[in-house]
C-alpha cells in the first residue's frame, strides 16, 4: 500500500498509453517501468484514482472534461485569469488561465503535461519546446494567455493511438535521449522540421535544432535520427570490427565481436535503452515532474556580496505573508552539509565529515560567495514564495573578497577562513597536494633539454540541463526525498547524517535525471532545506533552482594555473616533470582540486605541488573526469610543444614516452595504449593530417591536427544486486542505479539477461529507490557498469544455481538472491585506455577555430552496449568542444560577482558546433570486470580539450595556453 | 476609463512575471531584480487601439515577440510594470511592395522574412541575418521591430538596415512619421521613439549592387554577435558594422575611399580611425577592430575579386 502512494507523483503522465507498438521497444518498455508488486493495470488506476483526488482538491480549469489533469494550486481570487480556447494536441479546448502563467507553466503544473521541460525558464536552451501553430517556440518564453486561438502540440501528443510516431522510434533507435532531459525540446523542433522537409540533410536538421542545447552533448544522435541514418563512415569489418560512429542505424545485433573475445548473446550487442519510449513520449517522471498533494514551492535567498557577515536577519514581514508556511535562516537551521565542504575533498567518508573544521552549513554567515545561501521560503506556490523573499531583511557587513589563487596566498590576501586560504587537507592541516618519483631536481639537472610554460584553464560549470530541484515529504518520522542523484544509496546517506536520522529513516527516490556529470552522488543542499522546511511546514515542498542559482549557487570544474618544467635527452626521451599548480577552490573545500595527467607518462623523476586555494567564487567540484580535462589539457599541450621544439611527431613522441607501467612502477591488468594510439593515426590518417611545419597552411583558413591519449583508472569495487525469479518465468532485477545518461538501467539488463541465460524481455529492472534497491556506489567515476554489473553477474549466478537445486519457483513462489561482491585487483593496475584525433579549421582572420573531424579510440573492454558506449564518448567529446573553445565563467573584479549566468552567455556548445564524431572501440579482455568491461563515461571528455587544444595550435603555429581558446585569444596569439 | 475602448476589447490584465532570480539586499541593483509588482498587460485588437492606448494609459512598454523583454524581465534589468502587447496586431506583419518600395512590418518575423519570396529577392542579405539569429524558436518570435526598438548595438538586423538606408515608419495617435534610419538613433539604446509612438513598419528602396552580411559570434550559433557588418558593394559601397560602437554605425569615409577607388589596405586604415568599439563580456577593442577590417577586405574581396561565396554562419 505504501508502494501505491509513493505513485502519486506519477499524476498525469501515464494519460497517453501506446498500446501497440511494433519490435523491441514495447516489451521492454513495458518490463522496465513496472514497479514490482504492482501490475500496469495496478498502477494506472492508482494513478487515476488520484488524479481524481486531485481534480476535486481545486476546481477543474477547464471548461470541457479534462481527463486527468490534476491542479493542486487553490485559485487566487485576487489574480487576474482569462478564457483562452486552444486546440491542445488535437483537442479543443476552453481553459481558465491566471494571466501571468507563462505557456510551459500551464502545461506543466496545471495540465500535467510534464513532458515540456524547463531548462532555462529564459529562452535559451529548447528544453521547453512546444509547436505553435506548427512552428517550434520557447513555452518557457509564451504567456499562456497568448496561445488564445492557437494550436499547440506537445510531446504528449506526439505519438499516434496506433503507436509512435516514425521520428520517434528514429529518436529511440538512434539513442537519442541520454539523460533526456533536452529530448521533448529536440523532438518537437525534428517534428517541425520533419513536417515541411520529409528528407532533410544533416545541416538542415541542426540547424532546426540549433535552438535546442544538450548538455549530454548526444547532438550527433539526433542529427542522425532526425536524417534517418548515421553519420559516420562504416568501416570495413574486418579492419575495424567496432567502429560505431553511427551505431544507431539500426537496433539489429552486430554479429562480430573482435577476436579477443567470445560471441555473447545479449551483451555486446547494440541495444536502444529499455526506458526509450518514456523518454521520447514525454513520459519518465524527473523530480521537477514530482507533484505531491499539498505540495507547497521553496525558493532560496542567496547572498548579493561574495563576502559578507550578516549582522541580521529580519524574517517576520515574510513569515506574516499570506500563504507563507515557513521561513528558514541560519537561527532556526543549523544544518551543516557534510557533503558541501570536507578536509581534504574526499568523499563518503564520516569521519572526514566529522572532523572537517571549515564547515558549510545549509545558510552560512558570514557568506563567501555570491550565491551562497542566506534564507528559504516555502509557499502555498512560487509567486508567493519569490514574493515572500523580497520581502526578507538582511543587514550585510561587506568584507573583502579575492577571486583568482595566486592573489588569495599574497600574505596581505583577505582570509576567506581563520586558517587562511590554503585549503586544508584530510588532516585539517595547510598543506599542497604533493606527489614525488625519484628526483626531480637530479632529473632535471641532468636532462640536455628543458622546457618550461604555463597554462591555465577556466572555472567550467556543471550546465547539467535539468536544474537542481527536491522534493522533500515527511511521513510521520520517516523522510522522503526526491532528488536528481547519480547516487541514491550515498545520498541518502548523507542526508540521514546531516540530518541526524538513521539511515532507514530516509528515503531517496529518483526515477529519471537530466545530467550528472559531478558531486551528484551524495547530497545537495537542495535537499536538506527541502527536507527542513517540509518538516517546519508540515507539508510536502518542492524546491526547484533557476537556471541562474543553478550556475552561480552549485559548482563547477575548479580553474588552474599549471607551471610546468620538463626535462628530456635530445632524442627525446622524458627526464623529469615537475609541475606547480594552483586550484581555486571557491570558498569550500568540497573536493580534491587535483590535477591528473602527469602519471600518463613514463618518467623517472616527477614531482607535482597542486595547491588548492580558496576564493569568493562559486564552489568548485567534480565535473565528468574531475581531475583530468584541466590536467590533460595542460600536460598534453605541454609536450605536444615539447615534441615540436625537438621537431618530433607528436604521435611519435607519445609513443616513445607514454605509461608502460602505472605510476612508473605496477603492471597494468592487459595494456592497449599503444594499440589505441596506432590504430587511431591509422583511421585519422594522421601523417595526413597533421602539420609538420604549424600554421603552414594557406590562405585565411587554417587547418591542423592535434592528439591527446590516456590512461583511465577502471578499478573493481563493491556494489549490490539483487534478482528474483517469480513463477512466471520474469526475472526482476534490483539496482540502486539511476542511469544518469549512460544507460545504466540497460546496461543491468543486458548483463542480467546475459548472467542469466535468458532473452531481455524477461529482464525486469527496478531502479533509483533506496526503499527498493540495494546498495551501489551510484554513477559516478565512471564505474557503475563494473562494480554494480559485476554484483548483477554474482547474484545471478546465485539464481541459477537455486533454480538448479530447487526447480523453478511455482504459485505465489519466488526465488531471490543477492550479491555484494567486493572484487580486487592485487598488484596491478586496471585501465581503459584511449586516444583522440581531431582536426580543426581555423579562420585566422576571424579567430574562429572549428572542429571538422574527429576519431575517439578507446579500449574500454568489452563493451557492454556499444550504442550507449559510443554516446557516451560522442557526448563527453562534445563537452569537450565547449571547455575546449568557450566555456568560462567569468566575475566581475569590481564586485565579485558572477557575470556568466547562464547557457547564452555560458556558450556551451550547440548543435552546429560538434561535427561527427567517429568512436572506434578496441575491445580487450583482462578477464576482469563484468564479462571484461572497463570505464567509459568520463574518458571523452576527458580527452577532448588536449587533442583540441593542440589541433589549433598545429593549424595556426602559435601554442594555446589558456582555455577556453576564444576568437579573441585565437587573434591575439596571432597578433 | 479605457476611453472608447470596451472592455472586451480591451481586456487588461495585472501580470506577474515570475522571477528565476532572488538575490536581493537593499544596496544591490545590478543582480538582483527590481521589486516584484504587479504588471498589467494592455491587450488592443487593432493599431488604432493600441495608440489609443498608448496616448491615454501610457506609458507602456510595447510586446512584440518579447525575446528581447523575457530576458530583461528575468535577468530583472526591466522596472517596468505596464505592457501593451503587439502581437496579436496582424497588420503589423504584412510584407508587401508599395509602388517601388519594399514594406516590412514591424512585426514581421525573423522566419517571415527568411520566407519571403520578396524578401529573398530585394534584401538578400535581411534573409542572411535572420538565418543567424537565435535558433528556430526564436526566429518564430523576434520581431524586425523588436530588433530595432530594442536598440542593442549587436542587433543583427541592424547593419543591413543601415546599409539599405531604411525609412523607420512611427505612428502615434495623432501622427505619422518616416524617419531615415540614419536619424533613428541617438546614443546607447537611444532613439527618436516617442512614448506614445509605435514602429510600425520599414521603409526599403531597392539597392544596387551586391549585398553581403557576415556576423562573427561567440560559438557557431545561438550567439550575440562579436562584430557584424552588412555591406552593398554598389558605386560608391555601403558598409555599416555593428557591436563596435554605441549604436550601429555606417562608415561614410571607408565607403567614400572605397568609391573612389582606394586600395583596400587604404580602406582598412580608414575603417579603424572610423571606429571606436570598447571592451565587453562578449569582446575586446582590439578583437573588434581587427575583426572589422578584416571583414571588410572579405567583403571587397568577394564583392570584387573572387566569384561570390555564400553568406555562411561564422
Ligand atoms: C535565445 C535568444 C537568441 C537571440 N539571438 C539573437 C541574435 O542572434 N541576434 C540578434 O540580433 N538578436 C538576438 N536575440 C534578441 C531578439 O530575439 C531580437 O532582438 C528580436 O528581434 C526582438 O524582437 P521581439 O519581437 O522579440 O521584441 P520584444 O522583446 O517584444 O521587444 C524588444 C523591445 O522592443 C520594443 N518594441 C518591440 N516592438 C516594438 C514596436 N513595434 N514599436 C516600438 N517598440 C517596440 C519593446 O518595447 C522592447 O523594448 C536573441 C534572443 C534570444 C532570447
Ligand atoms: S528555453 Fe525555455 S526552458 Fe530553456
Ligand atoms: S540528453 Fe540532451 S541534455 Fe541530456
Redesign the pocket.
Known amino acids: 500500500m505504501k508502494n501505491r502512494l509513493s505513485l502519486r507523483v506519477y499524476n498525469g503522465t501515464f494519460r497517453y498509453r501506446f498500446p501497440h507498438f511494433a519490435g523491441d521497444t514495447m516489451s521492454t518498455r513495458r518490463r522496465s517501468t513496472d514497479p514490482p508488486g504492482l501490475s500496469r493495470r495496478d498502477f494506472l488506476e492508482t494513478t487515476a484514482a488520484t488524479v481524481v483526488v486531485a481534480a476535486a482538491a481545486a476546481p477543474a480549469i477547464d471548461g470541457q472534461a479534462l481527463a486527468g489533469a490534476p491542479t493542486l494550486v487553490q485559485p487566487d481570487p485576487a489574480v487576474p485569469r482569462s478564457a483562452i480556447r486552444v486546440t491542445l494536441n488535437g483537442t479543443a479546448r476552453r481553459l481558465d488561465v491566471e494571466d501571468r502563467w507563462t505557456l510551459a507553466e500551464l502545461l506543466r503544473d496545471h495540465l500535467g503535461l510534464t513532458g515540456t521541460k524547463i531548462g532555462c525558464d529564459?529562452?535559451?536552451c529548447g528544453a521547453c519546446t512546444v509547436l505553435m501553430d506548427g512552428k517550434p517556440v520557447?513555452s518557457c518564453?509564451q504567456l499562456a494567455a497568448w496561445a488564445d486561438g492557437c494550436s499547440i502540440e506537445t510531446v504528449e501528443g506526439v505519438a499516434k493511438k496506433d503507436g509512435l510516431e516514425a521520428l520517434q522510434r528514429a529518436f529511440v533507435a538512434h539513442d537519442g535521449p541520454q539523460c533526456g532531459f533536452c529530448t521533448s525540446g529536440q523532438l518537437m523542433s525534428a517534428l517541425a522540421l520533419h513536417r515541411v522537409n520529409a528528407r532533410p540533410t544533416v545541416e538542415d536538421a541542426r540547424a532546426a535544432m540549433v535552438?535546442n542545447l544538450c548538455r549530454c552533448g548526444n547532438y550527433n544522435r539526433y542529427v542522425e535520427a532526425t536524417v534517418g541514418h548515421s553519420l559516420s563512415p562504416s568501416r570495413d569489418a574486418a579492419a575495424n570490427p567496432r567502429s560505431l560512429g553511427g551505431g544507431g542505424q539500426s537496433a539489429s545485433p552486430v554479429a562480430t565481436a573482435s577476436a579477443a573475445l567470445s560471441l555473447l548473446h545479449t551483451v555486446g550487442h547494440p541495444t536502444p535503452k529499455i526506458d526509450g519510449v518514456e523518454r521520447v513520449t514525454g513520459q519518465a517522471t524527473y523530480t521537477g515532474d514530482v507533484k505531491l498533494p499539498g505540495m507547497l514551492y521553496a525558493r532560496v535567498l542567496r547572498s548579493p556580496h561574495a563576502h559578507a557577515r550578516i549582522r541580521s536577519i529580519d524574517v517576520s514581514k515574510a513569515r506574516a505573508m499570506p500563504g507563507v508556511k515557513a521561513v528558514l535562516t541560519r537561527e532556526n537551521c543549523e544544518v551543516v552539509w557534510g557533503a558541501g565542504a570536507i578536509a581534504g575533498g574526499q568523499q563518503y567518508n564520516d569521519d572526514i565529515k566529522r572532523i572537517t573544521k571549515q564547515r558549510r552549513y545549509a545558510f552560512n554567515n558570514p557568506v563567501r560567495f555570491v550565491g551562497d545561501p542566506v534564507a528559504a521560503v516555502a509557499a502555498v506556490n512560487r509567486h508567493v514564495a519569490e514574493e515572500a523573499l523580497l520581502q526578507i531583511l538582511v543587514d550585510y557587513e561587506v568584507l573583502p573578497f579575492v577571486l583568482e589563487p595566486e592573489e588569495a596566498l599574497a600574505p596581505n590576501a583577505v582570509k576567506i577562513w581563520p586558517e587562511g586560504n590554503l585549503a586544508l587537507n584530510v588532516r585539517n592541516e595547510a598543506q599542497p597536494n604533493v606527489q614525488t618519483r625519484g628526483n626531480v631536481g637530479n632529473g632535471l639537472a641532468a636532462a640536455e633539454r628543458t622546457f618550461e610554460d604555463r597554462f591555465t584553464t577556466a572555472f567550467e560549470h556543471n550546465a547539467q540541463m535539468e536544474p537542481r530541484v527536491a522534493v522533500a515529504t515527511w511521513e510521520g518520522e520517516k523522510l522522503t526525498v526526491y532528488t536528481p542523484t547519480g547516487g541514491i544509496a550515498n545520498c541518502r546517506h548523507d542526508i540521514a547524517r546531516d540530518l541526524g536520522l538513521p539511515d532507514d529513516r530516509v528515503r531517496v527516490v529518483c526515477q529519471y535525471m537530466g545530467g550528472n556529470f559531478g558531486n551528484k552522488n551524495q547530497n545537495q543542499d537542495a535537499d536538506l532545506i527541502a527536507a527542513m522546511l517540509a518538516k517546519e511546514a508540515g507539508a510536502p515542498v518542492k524546491l526547484e533552482l533557476s537556471r541562474k542559482e543553478d550556475f552561480i549557487g552549485m559548482h563547477g570544474r575548479w580553474p588552474t594555473i599549471q607551471y610546468y618544467t620538463v626535462g628530456t635527452t635530445s632524442a627525446g626521451t622524458l627526464q623529469a616533470i615537475q609541475l606547480r599548480a594552483y586550484s581555486g577552490m571557491g570558498p569550500y573545500r568540497k573536493n580534491t582540486g587535483n590535477i591528473g595527467g602527469i602519471d600518463l607518462y613514463q618518467c623517472p623523476n616527477i614531482e607535482t605541488v597542486v595547491t588548492p586555494v580558496y576564493t569568493n567564487k562559486t564552489v568548485s567540484g567534480n565535473l565528468r573526469g574531475p581531475e583530468y580535462p584541466q590536467g590533460f589539457y595542460g600536460i598534453q599541450s605541454m609536450m605536444d610543444d615539447v615534441a615540436s621544439k625537438l621537431k618530433m611527431d607528436p604521435v611519435e613522441f607519445i609513443l616513445k614516452n607514454m605509461t608502460r607501467l602505472a605510476r612508473n612502477e605496477v603492471p597494468y591488468t592487459n595494456y592497449t595504449l599503444e594499440e589505441c594510439i596506432r590504430r587511431g593515426a591509422e583511421i585519422f590518417e594522421w601523417k595526413k593530417r597533421w602539420r609538420q611545419d604549424p600554421g603552414s597552411g594557406r590562405g585565411p583558413v587554417k587547418r591542423g591536427a592535434g592528439v591527446s591519449f590516456m590512461a583511465f583508472r577502471s578499478e573493481l569495487g563493491r556494489s549490490s544486486a539483487v534478482i528474483r525469479l517469480d513463477a512466471s518465468g520474469q526475472y526482476t532485477v534490483f539496482v540502486g542505479v539511476t542511469d544518469v545518461g549512460g544507460g545504466a538501467k540497460t546496461t543491468m539488463a543486458l548483463i542480467a539477461a546475459e548472467a542469466l541465460g535468458v532473452p531481455l524481455s524477461q529482464v525486469t529492472v527496478v531502479w533509483g529507490d533506496t526503499d527498493r534497491c540495494p546498495y551501489s556506489v551510484g554513477e559516478s567515476g565512471s564505474r557503475t557498469t563494473i562494480m554494480t554489473g559485476d554484483a548483477v553477474i554474482e547474484a545471478a549466478r546465485d539464481l541459477r544455481k537455486q533454480i538448479a537445486e530447487k526447480g523453478p519457483p511455482k504459485g505465489a513462489e519466488m526465488l531471490v538472491a543477492s550479491a555484494t561482491p567486493t572484487p580486487r585487483v592485487e598488484g596491478k593496475v586496471r585501465s581503459a585506455f584511449g586516444a583522440h584525433f581531431v582536426e580543426v579549421e581555423v579562420d585566422v582572420e576571424l579567430g574562429r577555430a572549428r572542429v571538422v573531424k574527429y576519431v575517439a579510440v578507446h579500449d574500454s573492454g568489452r563493451i557492454i552496449n556499444p550504442l550507449a558506449a559510443a554516446s557516451q564518448i560522442k557526448g563527453g567529446a562534445a563537452m569537450g568542444i565547449g571547455m575546449a573553445l568557450h566555456e568560462d565563467l567569468r566575475y566581475d573584479r569590481q564586485t565579485g560577482r558572477p557575470l556568466t549566468t547562464g547557457f547564452?552567455y555560458d556558450r556551451i556548445p550547440t548543435h552546429r558546433d560538434v561535427p561527427d564524431i567517429e568512436v572506434v572501440f578496441i575491445e580487450s579482455d583482462d578477464g576482469l570486470g563484468p564479462y571484461g568491461a572497463k570505464s567509459v563515461g568520463e574518458s571523452g571528455k576527458a580527452l577532448s580539450p588536449a587533442a583540441i587544444a593542440n589541433a589549433v595550435s598545429n593549424a595556426i603555429g602559435r601554442r594555446m595556453k589558456d582555455l577556453p581558446i576564444t576568437r579573441d585569444r585565437i587573434l591575439g596569439a596571432l597578433a | 476609463m479605457l476611453g472608447s475602448i470596451s472592455n472586451r476589447q480591451a481586456t487588461w490584465f495585472v501580470h506577474k512575471f515570475r522571477r528565476a532570480d532572488l538575490l536581493r539586499s537593499a544596496d544591490e541593483e545590478t543582480l538582483m531584480l527590481g521589486s516584484i509588482s504587479n504588471r498589467q498587460l494592455f491587450q488592443p485588437r487593432s493599431l488604432t487601439d493600441a495608440l489609443s492606448m498608448l496616448r491615454d494609459e501610457g506609458p507602456l512598454?510595447?510586446?512584440?515577440?518579447?525575446?528581447?523583454?523575457?530576458?530583461?524581465l528575468n535577468f530583472g534589468t526591466l522596472d517596468d510594470t505596464r505592457f501593451l502587447n503587439?502581437w496579436p496586431l496582424d497588420s503589423?506583419r504584412r510584407i508587401e511592395m508599395r509602388g517601388d518600395v519594399l514594406s516590412i512590418g514591424?512585426?514581421a518575423?525573423?522566419t517571415d522574412m527568411r520566407r519571403s519570396p520578396l524578401v529573398q529577392k530585394i534584401l538578400p542579405m535581411l534573409v542572411a541575418a535572420a538565418r543567424?539569429?537565435?535558433?528556430v524558436?526564436?526566429q518564430n518570435?523576434?520581431?524586425?521591430?523588436?530588433?530595432?526598438?530594442?536598440?542593442?548595438p549587436?542587433?543583427?538586423?541592424?547593419p543591413v538596415l543601415a546599409a539599405a538606408d531604411v525609412v523607420v515608419v512611427l505612428r502615434s495617435a495623432a501622427d505619422m512619421r518616416r524617419v531615415p534610419f540614419s536619424e533613428y538613433y541617438t546614443g546607447y539604446r537611444r532613439s527618436v521613439?516617442g512614448p506614445g509612438?509605435?514602429?510600425?513598419a520599414f521603409e526599403f528602396r531597392k539597392l544596387h549592387g551586391r549585398q553581403w552580411f557576415r556576423?562573427v559570434?561567440t560559438r557557431a550559433a545561438?550567439?550575440?554577435?562579436k562584430v557584424v557588418m552588412a555591406a552593398v558593394a554598389g558605386d560608391p559601397p555601403r558598409i555599416a558594422v555593428g557591436s563596435v560602437a554605441p549604436t550601429v554605425v555606417r562608415l561614410p569615409s571607408t565607403e567614400a575611399a572605397l568609391g573612389r577607388g582606394a586600395s583596400i589596405d587604404e580602406a582598412r586604415q580608414i575603417l579603424l580611425e572610423e571606429i571606436a568599439p570598447i571592451d565587453d563580456a562578449r569582446s575586446t577593442a582590439e578583437y573588434r577592430q581587427r575583426v572589422a577590417a578584416n571583414l571588410l577586405a572579405r567583403f571587397w574581396n568577394d564583392s570584387f575579386i573572387t566569384k561570390s561565396r555564400r553568406t555562411r554562419n561564422l
Open positions: 529564459r529562452g535559451e520557447y518564453s535552438g547564452y | 512598454v510595447p510586446m512584440a515577440g518579447c525575446t528581447d523583454l523575457y530576458v530583461a503587439l503589423l514591424a512585426l518575423t525573423y543567424e539569429i537565435g535558433g524558436q526564436v518570435r523576434g520581431t524586425l521591430g523588436g530588433n530595432v526598438a530594442n536598440g542593442s549587436a542587433g543583427d538586423t541592424l521613439l509612438e509605435l514602429i510600425v556576423k559570434g545561438q550567439a550575440i554577435s
